[in-house]
């Protein structure tokens, strides 16, 4: 997609299987949308690989949207906080005309890997965390990150907050908190041409 002149890579995707040290592997993965929004391939990322399309992208300057509120549901740091904050929050009586069927989607984000085995857990995890480290090596390279969170009534994140917490972690990959502004901000505009 870099090579054929994308100027935006929605949900990082198509990198997690660019970067694995066997592509094999994980063949017809992201042939459902689903898959963009799973870091499992993440675990398998090389190194030279990753470096490799971070020099491209960043040449090609082609604008990244990790999505990683939707990508690490569940899987963040503040999962105990942001989990009691999101249903507090949607106790509110000003927030009633939000639909159960939303509010329960929501919310189930962050159990959504409970009942995975183990093993599949830790290979989440370790996806995500390489994840991370990509898009933080990415922004050192000086590449262009947008933030983003596939917020919608069957999404990955609650409606404003989700932006929010987007931009917090994007801090915690390596972005000052002015890039993770502009992340918000004129990147988007930029990356869209707007």
Do not use: C
Request: charged share 25%; no cysteine; net charge negative.
């Amino acid at each position: 997609a870099v090579l054929a002149g994308a100027d935006v890579l929605e949900h990082a995707a198509g990198i997690n299987v660019s970067i694995a040290k066997d592509p094999s592997k994980w063949e017809g993965w992201g042939e459902i949308e689903l898959d963009s929004l799973d870091p499992r391939p993440f675990a398998d990322m090389d190194e030279g690989k990753a470096a490799e399309l971070i020099r491209l992208m960043v040449a090609r300057n082609t604008y990244l949207e990790p999505d990683l509120i939707a990508q690490g549901r569940g899987l963040h740091g503040k999962r105990n906080e942001w989990e009691k904050q999101d249903s507090e929050l949607l106790q509110n009586p000003d927030l009633a005309y939000v639909p159960e069927g939303t509010r329960h989607k929501w919310m189930s984000n962050y159990t959504e890997f409970d009942a995975w085995e183990p093993a599949e857990q830790e290979q989440l995890r370790k996806g995500f965390h390489n994840m991370q480290r990509f898009i933080g090596q990415f922004a050192r390279a000086g590449g262009k990150v947008m933030s983003g969170t596939d917020t919608s009534a069957h999404g990955w994140a609650v409606a404003g907050v989700g932006l929010y917490r987007e931009m917090e972690l994007l801090t915690q990959v390596g972005l000052t908190s002015m890039e993770a502004i502009m992340a918000a901000t004129r990147n988007p505009a930029e990356g869209y041409r707007v």
